[in-house]
């Protein structure tokens, strides 16, 4: 059974730093281009990050980029999001999300429970 | 970029009906690539409909998903009370957008 569980999240004040981790269990990671997907509770979702299988190549959402660093760890079958200057409009729900091939296109088939990363004051 | 726009915003049925959701793109599209998510109270999205019109591992064939130029449809039959819930969908050729959701409620 294909698994993403997420850790990292929580309380950061403005301007500060987080790194979410993604532990993949059930299958192998490497072939497969990972994402993270950002959602406000009760709103909707907005894609955030990806990685390809190799990391070859990463891809950023214009809100995020230059602030946060997509990598993956094939060994360890991990992806990571390093958040920089964290906004407030970055408080929201993140998802680690697996892709459904190694380069696009690609629809999302699985998805973690998500991490919140709250950012405030 | 393309934007995907759902309709309605929620939609109001019984247990049994029939619930149409239509996404349409702003500019063409491929008619292959889109994908239609659930998401429950609480819960992540869960993949149902990818390639327009395919089924997800382990969904009832009650939901099925089609497209006529730039607009997209899921329908799903007989609604099942497990069945209310959001739905997004995602044209993932060219963007990796999601429509704002419709939700499909109990009347």
């Known amino acids: 059974e294909v698994q993403l569980l997420e850790s990292g999240g929580g309380l950061v004040q403005p301007g500060g730093s987080l790194r979410l981790s993604c532990a993949a269990s059930g299958f192998t990671l490497s072939p497969y281009v990972m994402s993270w997907i950002r959602q406000v509770p009760g709103k909707g979702l907005e894609w955030v990050s990806a990685?390809?299988?190799?990391?070859?190549?990463?891809y950023y959402a214009d809100s995020v980029k230059g602030r946060f660093t997509i990598s993956r760890d094939n060994s360890r079958n991990t992806v990571f999001l390093q958040m920089n200057n964290l906004r407030a409009e970055d408080t929201a729900l993140y998802y680690c999300?697996?892709?459904?091939?190694?380069?696009?296109?690609?629809?999302?088939?699985?998805w973690g429970q998500g991490t919140l990363v709250t950012v405030s004051s | 970029e393309v934007v995907l726009t759902q309709s309605p915003g929620t939609l109001s049925l019984s247990p049994g009906e029939r619930a149409t959701l239509s996404c349409r793109a702003s500019?063409?599209?491929?008619?292959?690539?889109l994908a239609w998510y659930q998401q429950k109270p609480g819960q992540a999205p869960r993949l149902l409909i990818y390639d327009t019109s395919s089924r997800a591992a382990g969904i009832p064939d009650r939901f099925s998903g089609s497209a006529s130029g730039t607009d997209f449809s899921l329908t799903i039959d007989r609604l099942e009370p497990e069945d209310f819930a959001v739905y997004f969908c995602?044209?993932?050729?060219?963007?990796?957008?999601f429509g704002q959701g419709t939700k499909v409620e109990i009347k």
């Open positions: 500019q063409s599209v491929s008619s292959t690539y």
């Open positions: 999300v697996k892709g459904s091939a190694r380069t696009r296109p690609y629809y999302f088939d699985h």
């Open positions: 995602q044209h993932y050729g060219d963007s990796r957008t």
């Open positions: 990685i390809t299988h190799y990391s070859d190549d990463t």
